[in-house]
């Protein structure tokens, strides 16, 4: 089985922000990504809208039904978000972590300290026909409260392998994602991974684990400058595969 890919393009909206026009439009650059291979998009609505905006959420939502492409909502644990899920009805909600002085999401989902909501949320999220992804820390003893929790998948950030600073400690970073990942699997959850992968690191982290999807954007979107979105991602997925 092969892994597919799911395209985050948050930083389409980023670019276009930066300026307060309407251009690029992050919905083109979703049906390009499609277009190109991709089996879903990603995108994360933040709460203080900073690049993605609800109107984006709404177009791509109807892309991708046309598409029968899978949208993957990233948001918070908030009243508000499980609102406009249940009202958009994404095949997927990815519960993330949030701080308003991040550049990106810097960790995963404390469940520790939130299972219980999030528990609550699944049921909501349940019974809206959503499936409930977290993401999580590459730690093992997760995997238990993410099954109890309610979810049926999990996405392992994978932002300490990616920003490792030599290949000892990218190493290190891929043991611990390969030990979570079986734990998650073992659980009884899907397993996806994301965040700073490149086409020079995908290889050696799908040697580890082969992970049904990987949510891959600011790369992406970055190689797209020079090259466009849909040879950005036909380019990535070349990497994925090319083991």
Do not use: W
């Not at 930083?11 to 300026?19: E, G, I, N, S, Y």
């Not at 995997?143 to 979810?151: E, F, H, I, L, Q």
Request: glycine share 8%; aromatic share 2%; hydrophobic share 45%.
């Amino acid at each position: 089985m092969r892994c597919e890919l799911s395209v985050n393009v948050d930083h389409v909206a980023t670019l276009r922000q930066a300026r307060g026009g309407v251009e690029p439009v992050p919905a083109e650059a979703a049906r390009l990504s499609l277009g190109a291979g991709a089996a879903g998009i990603t995108v994360h609505l933040r709460e203080d809208r900073r690049h993605i905006q609800d109107h984006d959420v709404r177009e791509i939502r109807v892309l991708c039904t046309e598409a029968r492409a899978e949208l993957n909502l990233e948001m918070a644990l908030t009243e508000e978000m499980l609102g406009i899920a249940c009202d958009l009805k994404p095949e997927r909600v990815t519960l993330v972590p949030e701080r308003r002085a991040e550049l990106t999401t810097e960790g995963g989902l404390d469940l520790a300290r939130y299972g219980d909501s999030v528990a609550r949320a699944a049921a909501r999220l349940s019974n809206a026909g959503i499936t409930l992804s977290l993401f999580l820390d590459p730690e093992p003893t997760l995997a238990p409260m993410a099954r109890a929790a309610g979810a049926a998948m999990v996405e392992i950030h994978t932002g300490a392998y990616s920003n490792g600073r030599d290949s000892a400690a990218a190493e290190r970073e891929l043991g611990r994602i390969e030990l979570a990942a079986h734990a998650f699997e073992s659980a009884g959850m899907t397993v996806h991974a994301g965040h700073g992968l490149t086409v020079r690191n995908v290889g050696a982290l799908l040697k580890r684990y082969p992970f049904t999807e990987l949510s891959i954007g600011h790369t992406i979107v970055s190689r797209s400058v020079e090259v466009g979105m849909a040879q950005a991602v036909r380019e990535m997925l070349e990497a994925m595969r090319r083991l």
